[in-house]
């Protein structure tokens, strides 16, 4: 069964970091690129980031650029987002999301059940 | 950055009926690169329908998604129970966005 595990979402402060993991099985996790996609609280669907297959290619939302920091380990099968400077409207619930196939131009073909981020003093 | 609007914002239906979501580019979507999905409450979305008009694994077929360009239509041709939900398209020619979402409510 292909599965997506998001882990490392809390309450955070203002202007400090975190660290979300996605751990992914069921799939050849290195055939895929990976994607973050966030959800505010009763809001919609915001892309964060994508990676390619082999981290040669990686995009960020405007919002998120030169904050946030995306990467892979293909050995551990493991996606991770790296959060720095973290704001009050980065809460949201982080979806981790496989892709269609090995670039980032693709849809987002399944979603873990997400880890929720609260930046709040 | 493309911006993708979708109407109605709601969507008032009743079992059976054709349910016709529109999700309109600011500006053309490269190689028709435009998702549906579908979240309900509490859930993680689902993709529906992937570069423009083809299905996902698993989707019936009263789902199609068609268009190209700047608009794309979302087509649910009889409406079951569960399809009551949010749909949102995706564009992922440039970068990737989002519309802000069609809620489809029984009526």
């Known amino acids: 069964e292909v599965q997506l595990v998001e882990s490392g979402g809390g309450l955070v402060q203002p202007g400090r970091s975190l660290r979300l993991s996605c751990a992914a099985s069921?799939?050849?996790?290195?055939?895929?690129?990976m994607h973050w996609v966030r959800q505010a609280p009763g809001k919609g669907l915001e892309w964060v980031s994508g990676?390619?297959?082999?981290?040669?290619?990686?995009g960020y939302a405007d919002s998120v650029k030169g904050r946030f920091t995306i990467s892979r380990d293909n050995a551990k099968n493991s996606l991770y987002l790296q959060m720095n400077s973290l704001r009050a409207e980065d809460t949201a619930l982080y979806y981790c999301?496989?892709?269609?196939?090995?670039?980032?131009?693709?849809?987002?073909?399944?979603w873990g059940q997400g880890t929720l981020v609260t930046v709040s003093s | 950055e493309i911006v993708l609007t979708q109407s109605p914002g709601t969507l008032s239906l009743s079992p059976g009926e054709r349910a016709t979501l529109s999700c309109r580019a600011s500006?053309?979507?490269?190689?028709?690169?435009l998702a549906w999905y579908q979240q309900k409450p509490g859930q993680a979305p689902r993709l529906l329908i992937y570069?423009?008009?083809s299905r996902a694994t698993g989707i019936p077929d009263r789902f199609s998604g068609s268009g190209s360009g700047t608009d794309f239509t979302l087509t649910i041709s009889r409406l079951e129970p569960e399809d009551f939900a949010v749909y949102y398209c995706?564009?992922?020619?440039?970068?990737?966005?989002f519309g802000q979402g069609t809620k489809l409510e029984i009526k």
């Open positions: 990676i390619s297959w082999n981290s040669g290619s990686i």
């Open positions: 069921g799939f050849t996790f290195d055939d895929y690129a």
């Open positions: 999301a496989k892709g269609e196939n090995e670039v980032v131009v693709a849809a987002t073909q399944l």
């Open positions: 995706q564009q992922y020619g440039s970068s990737h966005t």
């Open positions: 570069g423009a008009s």
């Open positions: 500006q053309s979507v490269s190689s028709s690169y």
